[in-house]
C-alpha cells in the first residue's frame, strides 16, 4: 500500500513567521500535490510537482511556495503566515502515466492554526 | 471555475439503505474519480470512470457516467454505519494543461444511522 505521511497532524504557529510542512511518499510516485481545504470550498490545489525540482502552480499559490529536492519529499512553506491560511493542508501523490487514468494518494492531513 | 459540484451537501439514511449522490461538472472530461474522506483523515480513492465508460462496480459502489449531462452517480448499496464520511468527485479535463491535475467538488457528507 502507498504511505504517504505528513510530518504533522496539528501545528500552531504565529502571524509572521515561516512554516514548512513536510510530506514524504514511500511509492517512488513522481507526481506529489498540496492542497488545502475548507469547509464548503472543497479541496484546492495550491502546488504540484512531476519531478525532483519542478513545480507548477495550482489554483491558488498566493502567498506559498514548495520544494522538491528529492523524489519522495515535497516540502510546502508559507513564508510569512496570516491568520487566512488557517486551514486543512493535504498531501497527495500519485504515479506518472502517459494516461491521465490515475488515482491520488493522500496523507491524513496537517491542520494548521495560524494565530 | 471548473469545479464539480456534489449533490445533495448532506444525507442521513438508516443502516441498510441505499445513498446515492450525483457529481456535476462543466467541460468535457477525460475520467471522473470518487474518493471518501472520513473526519480528521486524508481522502482515499474508491473508483475511477474513464469518460468511454458508462457504468462501473466495485463492491457495494456503483458508479455512473453521463456525459451528455456532464454528470455522475454514486450509489452505495446496503449501507453501514462505517460508510459515515464525505464523499468527493473529482475530475480530469480534456482542457487541462496538466495530466495530472483533479479538480475536487464541495462534497457530500453522508451520515449512516444504525
Known amino acids: 500500500d502507498v504511505k504517504v505521511t505528513q510530518s504533522s497532524r496539528y501545528l500552531v504557529k504565529r502571524t509572521g513567521e515561516k512554516v514548512f510542512l513536510e510530506c514524504v511518499q514511500d511509492m517512488d510516485h513522481e507526481n506529489m500535490f498540496w492542497y488545502r481545504q475548507d469547509p464548503g470550498l472543497g479541496l484546492r490545489l495550491i502546488y504540484f510537482?512531476?519531478?525532483?525540482?519542478?513545480?507548477e502552480k495550482g489554483d491558488i499559490p498566493e502567498g506559498y511556495s514548495v520544494s522538491r529536492e528529492k523524489k519522495e519529499r515535497f516540502s510546502l512553506i508559507l513564508e510569512s503566515a496570516s491568520t487566512n491560511q488557517t486551514s486543512m493542508y493535504l498531501c497527495a501523490s500519485s504515479l506518472f502515466r502517459t494516461t491521465r487514468n490515475q488515482p491520488q494518494h493522500f496523507g491524513d492531513g496537517t491542520r494548521l492554526s495560524i494565530l | 471555475s471548473q469545479q464539480g459540484e456534489e449533490d445533495p451537501q448532506a444525507l442521513s439514511i438508516q443502516e441498510g439503505e441505499n445513498a446515492t449522490m450525483n457529481c456535476s461538472y462543466k467541460t468535457s472530461i477525460n475520467n471522473l474519480q470518487w474518493y471518501r474522506q472520513n473526519s480528521g483523515r486524508g481522502l482515499v480513492h474508491l473508483i475511477l470512470?474513464?469518460?468511454?465508460?458508462r457504468e462501473k462496480h466495485s463492491g457495494r459502489l456503483r458508479v455512473t457516467l453521463d456525459t451528455s449531462k456532464k454528470s455522475s452517480s454514486l450509489l452505495i448499496t446496503a449501507s453501514r454505519a462505517a460508510d459515515t464520511a464525505s464523499y468527493f468527485c473529482a475530475t480530469v479535463f480534456i482542457s487541462s494543461g496538466s495530466a495530472r491535475q483533479l479538480t475536487f467538488g464541495s462534497g457530500t457528507q453522508l451520515t449512516v444511522l444504525p
Open positions: 510537482s512531476y519531478d525532483v525540482k519542478m513545480k
Open positions: 470512470i474513464r469518460s468511454n465508460e
